[in-house]
């Protein structure tokens, strides 16, 4: 099965993406737009992605006081201080093309530790997102 079966199965869903010049209240308004997500992507002005934010990056930057330091305090300042969402990004986005097979897909998925990816073009561009639970449920019907 290929991730162009599965995106057409899930079409409906809406994608969080914000660019990377919107403020971090801009990021906290669509991630509460889709409750169901822990990820939000970050694209440039080209709509190409260039990066995520996950939920926990949002509140560890929001409430830094309630978590415990595990990296270097320079890291740790440059989150609390970001402002937009191209300073609090994660670069080097683990993504698919709609002619991964699934399966290579979930192992990607798995050996990078993420639940959630984004499709992309040949540009770069988002046309979907896929989660592990989405994979999961599609690869058990098969």
Do not use: W
């Not at 709509?47 to 890291?75: C, D, N, Q, W």
């Not at 192992?107 to 639970?133: C, F, L, P, Q, S």
């Amino acid at each position: 099965m290929k991730i162009r079966e599965i995106l057409q199965l899930i079409n409906t869903r809406a994608i969080p993406i914000v660019r990377e010049d919107d403020h971090i209240d801009d990021v906290v308004e669509k991630i509460s737009e889709h409750p169901c997500t822990r990820l939000i992507y970050v694209v440039d002005e080209q709509g190409v992605l260039k990066g995520t934010i996950s939920l926990g990056m949002l509140l560890r930057h929001i409430f830094p006081h309630t978590y415990e330091p595990r990296v270097h305090a320079h890291s740790v300042i440059a989150m609390i201080t970001s402002e937009t969402a191209g300073h609090l990004m994660k670069k080097g986005v683990v993504t698919a093309d709609v002619e991964d097979d699934v399966k290579e897909v979930m192992k990607r998925m798995v050996r990078a530790e993420v639940k959630e990816i984004a499709v992309v073009d040949e540009g770069k561009k988002i046309i979907g997102n896929v989660t592990v639970i989405d994979l999961l449920k599609f690869c058990r019907k098969r």
